[in-house]
């Protein structure tokens, strides 16, 4: 247990992580996220894949609609525009891979500002219907246009690492693993300096921010510069991935998984981020895996259960938005303080 | 000491008896799940028929699905799952999307060969795709296989095609296009529209401008079909309306209603109630289960039964279960008898089984009905 934590200093206060137990679950945690690939079969590494492209995106959306308080449904559209840049360049130039990924970062960044200008005259639901509108006019583009393979998309080769060619979950786990917890190392510090604190200011009021001192429209278009970055590298990441990205590949329902995603795991939270990404991929994964559990019972299970299982994952969605509206971070949270306190509060 | 090598004996017995692993990623739930449910029993009800008369053999056949949702991540999430827990020798995939995405993969593994729900065009290429197959014709050999009936029973006549804006919709035109002036067929209109669209008017009107004396949809399920009919019934058209495979499914015409009557398309199996001639594995079906089968259960029913032809006819010639053997063995199938599920003996010389008829929607018996012979093109 522990009474509390003595903070001697501004830095002090301002640290990601305040007490020496954190920093051991930390590195605890970083050496099981490198162990996995050695001990977990493909399954488990593509999902760990998978799920790491998602909280990268989750987490650029965070930053948007969690800490600016912009609502945003382009985010699939976004990671579209990476997606389609890292093809590009890995079919017609054959850049190395992490240059692929920062370029269609700041492409993707700088189609986000442009998205992002109407976010100074409106706001909440109407700033959502224009990221649609945006994102209608990016699925355009993406199937039209010759440069992106018009409706049969483009087939990539894989991305290259001295001559080995990460073809594979198991070594693409190398490029995704570490890029998505840097970039979520990057978001978490990044509400520790100004620009940050200026978004979480305007998320709060944006007329007492903008009192403040803050530039509204440059701080907004900031963070839509930020989040489309996000959504750009994992989009990127996305590609090579799969490595064919079609038109269909990033549709509107994906834009909602991703704004479903935040609010699950907890808006405004890094932790909730992760969460609610981890949770919206793997659940209905895990779902699945009851209902093979259940086969040597129930005659053809997966056919008879599947729908009902898209209904538990529906609910447990509305369950969790009813029982914990802070979301999965929240609950965390709680879990935490219990220990804190433990054994002589329960 | 005779016990160990009773033992062995046995260890080896089971070994060369071991099942043969059918996976499969079915779209059981999402937007094409009225087709995954099909499939899925198609594939059960044919592995059945095989296991009960003692399997491969010796080898029963294994299936083992997972839904996808119809997403290509889910379906390749499956992929996964089912080739890391069993030793996979045939696979069926859900979609385009995920045929193209797992290609590299299979051609890794080299252990399988794969079909799926998808007759998209690029895929019956066998350089590109040396272990994939489509248990039918392609979509742009569904666009020649209605031509070449247009071209009989009217020549020089004109010809619209109407197609949703997907990687699905556009599949056949350019090629169709192409095919039509060949086949001395004029194409006076070409009309996209955009997915999931349901207000057709303003299309329909271009139509009716074009008049064309046949329409051709591609790339829908449904809607907006019977909409765009039904306007350009009520507008004094007379042109004739067909469709591609999705679409030819009875119970989904009979939901057309009125715009049903005198549908027709291409359709390269034969229909559940069809009785014409002998066909046994037909007859076998409708005693299995008495009730209507869709079209998709017999794309899954076929697809399983040539899948493991091909093993059957790899085992006999005593190779080794790789994929390019079981592909090899695929295209050595000539003038195959399917039981009746097609009504004319098949060969696989590509990637393909470029064959299908034109069936006809009666509304009095609520039936698709033949309206051609059977068409085979390439001959």
Known sequence: MRIGTLKLSYAADESLFDTKVQWVWLALLAVSLVLLPFVAGPYWIYMACLVAINVASATGLNILTGYTGLVSLGQAAFMGVGAYTVAVLEIRVGTPFFINLLVAGAMTASVGVIVGIPSLRVKGLYLAIATIGASMILHFVFAHWELTGGTR?????????????????????????????????????????????????IRDRDISAEVLGIPLLQTKLTSFALSSFYAGVAGGLWAYFFRVVTPESFPLINSIFYLAAIIVGGMGTILGGILGAAFMTLVPEVLKLVVGWLTPWVPD?????????????????????????????????????????????? | ????????????????????????????????????????????????????????????????????????????????KITSQEKVTLYYGDSTGFAKTINPELERKGTMIMAGASFASELNDPKKYPLQFLPGPDYTEM?????????????GASVAFVYSDTEFGRDPIAPGEKLANELGLKVVEKIVTP?????????VLKLRRARPDYTIFHGYVLAPIPEFIQQAKQMGMQSRFMGTFWSMDNSMVEKMGEAADGFMGVMPYRYYYDKEGTSPMLDKIRQMRPEYQSTAYMQGFLTAMLMTEAVKRTLDAGKELTGANMKASLNSIKDFDTGGIIGVPISIPGNSVPVGRIYRFDAKQKQMLPASDWIQLGT
């Open chain 2, 143 to 155: 666009f020649g296989i209605l031509m070449r009936h247009i071209a009989k029973e009217k020549p």
């Open chain 1, 153 to 201: 998309g483009l087939s990539m080769p894989p991305a290259h690492f001295f001559g080995i060619a990460l073809d594979q979950p198991h070594k693409l786990y190398w490029l995704i693993m570490p890029v998505t917890a840097l970039m979520v190392l990057g978001a978490a510090n990044l509400f520790r300096t100004r620009v940050g604190r200026a978004f979480i200011a």
């Open chain 2, 1 to 80: 000491m005779a016990g160990l090598a009773l033992g062995a004996v046995e260890a080896r017995a089971q070994a060369s008896n071991e099942d043969i692993v059918l996976g499969g990623s079915i779209p059981l739930t999402g937007v094409f799940a009225f087709a995954g449910v099909g499939i899925h029993a198609g594939i059960q009800d044919y592995l059945k028929i095989v296991n009960d008369a003692g399997g491969i053999k010796g080898h029963k056949i294994k299936y083992v699905a997972e839904d996808t949702g119809y997403k290509v991540d889910a379906s390749v999430a499956a992929f996964n």
């Open chain 2, 195 to 203: 997915p999931g669209s349901v207000d057709v008017s303003t299309e």
């Open chain 1, 301 to 346: 299970a997966l056919s008879l259960l599947a729908p009902i299982r898209t209904i538990v994952f529906g609910a447990l969605i509305v369950g969790f938005l009813i029982f914990e509206p802070q979301g999965l971070a929240e609950i965390w949270q709680r879990i935490r303080r219990f220990f804190h306190l433990w054994p002589f509060r329960t």
